[in-house]
């Protein structure tokens, strides 16, 4: 008898925020068969944000990943609709719009307002930075109200926006995967399923932002 072929694996992968040669390496140790779902926030901060945008559009075009909307996409869309150009300091102090210029900016509009929200799994779900609790919907920029009053409805919720120094678990389900590549730390991928993690070093610390903004200490790793 055949047997059942196995369901692809997850591997959630936290904020990238322009680090493309960090995620060209963690993508090389991830499992061709398994799905990639971007927690969010690919641009911004980092030196490579048009080569990271190339290359996360085309793994949702071939099939094998999900890119999720993070607050740093929702209010780079929100500037370019305002059509100030860079007299909206909003774009003005965007690291993408420096990097890319207003053309390529509105080339990416229309790809970036697809973007989900949220990616759903069985026991678990991923979103930027977690769900309201007022209306138990995604929200882009969410902190402390979604971490001390999620009751576990919709089992396993991972997220980014916030960076730690390793991935963290907490008792309600919550897991926190962003590590801070574009501050020295590392770029990490969750797989729900397993509960393992892969991640490989981010921007080294005189390229990044200060670790001083991490939640933790400036010693970052990351459990494998």
């Known amino acids: 008898m055949a047997s059942t072929p196995q369901s ?13 040669t960090a995620l060209q390496d963690l993508i090389t140790r991830l499992p061709l068969s398994d799905r990639l779902i971007f927690c969010g926030d690919l641009i911004n901060r980092g ?5 990271t945008l190339i290359l996360a559009w085309e793994l949702v075009g071939q099939g094998r990943a999900v890119w999720l909307r993070g607050n740093h996409e929702q209010s780079l869309l929100k500037a370019l609709s305002r ?47 977690g ?15 979604f971490w001390s009053q999620y009751d576990g409805r919709f089992g396993d919720v991972i997220i ?7 991935v963290e678990r907490s008792a309600n389900g919550i897991v926190k995967i962003d590590t801070g590549a574009c501050y020295g730390g590392d770029l990490t991928a ?13 921007l080294p610390v005189a390229a990044g932002l200060s670790l001083t903004t991490l939640s933790s200490g400036p010693a970052l790793s990351c459990a494998l």
Do not use: N
């Open 83 to 129: 059509q100030r150009g860079s007299s909206d300091p909003a774009l003005a102090g965007s690291d993408t719009y420096r990097q890319l210029g207003s053309r390529q900016c509105r080339i990416w509009r229309e790809r970036l307002e697809s973007l989900p929200l949220a990616y759903w799994g069985k026991g678990w779900v991923a979103t930027h930075a």
């Open 160 to 166: 980014g926006h916030t960076p730690v120094a390793r």
């Open 131 to 145: 769900f309201d609790p007022s209306t138990w919907l995604p929200h882009l920029s969410i902190r402390q109200p």
């Open 47 to 51: 030196p490579q944000i048009e080569r």
């Open 190 to 202: 969750y797989c729900p399923e397993t509960r393992q993690t892969r991640c490989v070093s981010g």
């Open 8 to 20: 692809p694996r997850h591997w959630v992968i936290g904020d990238v925020h322009g680090c493309a």
